[in-house]
Every structure is written in structure tokens, then in C-alpha cells.
């Protein structure tokens, strides 16, 4: 009877020559580190990729189209920031004369607000602490909401 496990020896050749090509094609694919010898003779017939000819216009134009431009926050504007303050001042947690800045006081007011408010108490503007002042009579923002504000609940 014959052993299910044990591969016949046409089977054994194939593996072997899988493994070897599978093998050879790593070794020729991967480049040699700098200052080291390649390990075979196909790597050291390979010229290093600095020498080889420049991009063409084509392909670097393709590159540079692919990159995608991330906008990034800006600051608020000194009257954004008069108007958080006087919903803070609205709801009780800032008890100064609205300043237009981003200080000390404003930042605990808002630290204040965000823990009697179930949000995380950073003390910093976020989309967040922007939506739960609004009911404060906070003015929406001309610029378009974040996707996040689509999951917050108004009570």
C-alpha cells in the first residue's frame, strides 16, 4: 500500500524546482546594500538604480498628479474665537469679558464645558465642543462641517 504523505518523485523534482526559482527571483529582485557585495552573479551584472537614465517627463508628471494635497486646519479667526467665548460665558463656564483670544482662562472654560458636557475635557476646539455650543447660541462656521458631526446627537 502506498504512503499518502510521501510525495512520488516527479512530485519531490517540481517542489525542489519551486523552491529554487521562488528563491533566485528574491535574491535578484532585492538590491545590494551600499558598500556590500552582491551575492550572486545575476545581482552583480544588475547596474544600481542611480545610474540607470532619468525619468522621463511622463513619468515624473504622472508621479507629482497622484499626490494628493491634505487641507489642513486653520486657526480660528479672533472673532470665532469671541464668539465661543460668549457661548461659554452663555452656559456658565466662562465668567471673563470675551477677548477674541485663545488663552489660559478660555482654554479651562473649555475644558470645563467639554467634562459637564460628556466630552473629552482637552480644552481644546474640536467639532465636538463646537456642536454642543451651538446650543449655547454659538453660530455655525461659513466653512462646511466635518464628517463627524454627522454622528452627533442634539438633545
Known amino acids: 500500500m502506498r504512503n499518502p504523505t510521501r510525495l512520488p518523485p516527479s512530485g519531490c523534482l517540481v517542489l525542489i524546482l519551486w523552491v529554487a526559482s521562488v528563491s533566485a527571483y528574491g535574491q535578484a529582485t532585492q538590491a545590494p546594500a551600499a558598500g556590500k ?3 550572486t552573479p545575476a545581482a552583480a551584472a544588475k547596474k544600481p538604480a542611480a545610474a540607470k537614465k532619468p525619468a522621463s517627463k511622463a513619468r515624473s ?3 507629482s498628479r ?3 494635497t491634505v487641507s489642513r ?3 480660528p479667526s479672533a472673532e470665532r474665537i469671541r464668539q465661543v467665548q460668549q457661548a461659554l460665558a452663555a452656559s456658565g463656564h466662562y465668567r471673563q469679558e470675551p477677548t477674541g483670544r485663545l488663552d489660559a482662562a478660555t482654554a479651562a472654560a473649555l475644558s470645563s464645558f467639554q467634562k459637564a458636557n460628556g466630552l473629552e475635557p482637552t480644552g481644546k476646539l474640536n467639532a465636538w465642543t463646537l456642536r454642543k ?3 449655547f447660541g454659538l453660530p455655525r462656521s461659513s466653512r462646511p462641517a466635518p464628517a463627524i458631526q454627522a454622528h452627533i446627537t442634539t438633545q
Open 73 to 75: 486646519p486653520t486657526a
Open 66 to 68: 497622484s499626490r494628493k
Open 133 to 135: 455650543l451651538e446650543q
Open 61 to 63: 508628471a504622472k508621479t
Open 37 to 39: 557585495k552582491p551575492s
